[in-house]
């Protein structure tokens, strides 16, 4: 049974290959991941220098060693422009691996921004802030693993002797340009509260993303708008909504939810909190119209500039039967770099 459920997940696998136009990688905890989820973050911190990193692992319980793996690193700094704007400038890099057919993407991207004060004093302030992006990515894929759905041989098995569409494609290993824009305004209250929202437009350039050398399949340029802030409703409890809506051609996916937040007593001038999530997922089914895709729980730890998040996906899609309701776990982590002089409130803290 157990194998007749990989298998099931295979096939998925592979008709979403056939047409080789697969979208963009995402994580749950985009909140934690600035610099993938809109160029426009970039450098946007309390703090000058900044260091992240997520990992994602989706559909271990099925595909166990074949699961869908995702990584990522940033660095990103803040940099004085006059007394109250900045420049931001950052580098990316990330992976994404999915399936037993070793599909992969490598991607390295330098980001810049600019932070423009439009009003405020003290702890208080509002910022419209642009940015861009551009780098290199190489995808690849291993077309000896693909199974294909004209390899079933009617009576739930796979042979691999049976006519594959293998011979259409001639490159297995490319390079392409990408580029995105993004902006961003946001506000801030007082050191304990504030609101964004931002939009992004990602693959600028559509670059080409044909295994065939003969054939053009550009790719979706993705649109993104999120929002989200920080709201005190005690002395030591906060909420931290957020949500994130993402449309890359026929597809889209809409994130949304809070977290709660406890302080704790500060200690020598150290903020510690900790947070408790529940976030919803919805996506499109091209046959079947919107669907609830997974419940999403996290937490997250800060302790003095540095902070741990984790978060589990809970699939409630029809895959649920052969995912066992088992979703993804992902994994962030941000250390923040501050100088010794003190400023006043910059940013919401991401």
């Not at 509002?126 to 199974?147: M, P, T």
């Not at 670059?207 to 399949?217: G, I, L, T």
Request: net charge neutral; charged share 15%; proline share 3%.
């Amino acid at each position: 049974m157990k194998s007749f459920k990989a298998f099931c997940v295979g096939c998925l696998v592979a008709l979403w290959m056939v047409p080789l136009s697969a979208q963009d990688i995402h994580f749950s905890q985009f909140y934690l991941s600035p610099l993938n989820l809109n160029p426009a973050l970039t450098g946007v911190m309390n703090c000058n220098t900044r260091i992240v990193a997520n990992y994602r692992n989706q559909w271990a319980s099925v595909l166990r060693s074949n699961a869908f793996n995702t990584y990522s690193v940033s660095y990103d700094q803040r940099i004085a422009a006059g007394r109250y704007d900045y420049f931001g400038i950052g580098g990316t890099f990330w992976g994404d691996r999915a399936g037993e057919a070793n599909f992969s993407t490598l991607t390295g991207k330098v980001a810049l921004s600019y932070s423009k004060r439009m009003g405020g004093s003290g702890d208080e302030g509002q910022y419209l802030v642009f940015g861009l992006e551009g780098g290199v990515a190489q995808r690849s894929i291993d077309f000896l693993n693909l199974r294909w759905g004209t390899q079933h041989d009617g009576e739930g098995g796979f042979n691999p002797n049976l006519d594959s569409q293998e011979e259409k494609f001639d490159r297995d290993n490319f390079l392409f340009a990408d580029m995105a824009a993004g902006l961003l305004w946001f506000s801030v209250f007082d050191k304990g509260q504030n609101f964004y929202i931002g939009g992004a437009y990602h693959h600028l350039n559509r670059p080409n993303q044909s295994f065939s050398s003969e054939e053009n399949d550009l790719l979706f340029s993705r649109y993104t708008i999120h929002a989200g802030g920080e709201f005190l409703i005690g002395e030591k409890l906060g909420l931290v909504p957020g949500v994130i809506y993402m449309k890359q051609g026929p597809s889209f996916q809409l994130n949304a939810g809070t977290s709660f937040k406890f302080r704790f007593n500060q200690r020598g001038g150290v903020n510690q909190s900790f947070q408790l999530g529940l976030w919803g997922r919805m996506a499109n089914n091209l046959d079947a119209g919107t669907l609830t895709d997974a419940i999403i729980l996290s937490t997250r730890f800060d302790f003095d500039q540095f902070s741990l998040g984790f978060s589990y996906d809970v699939n409630i899609s029809p895959l649920q039967p052969a995912s066992n309701s088992q979703g993804s776990f992902e994994f962030a982590m941000v250390y923040k770099i501050c100088s010794a002089r003190r400023v006043g409130t910059y940013c919401p803290e991401f």
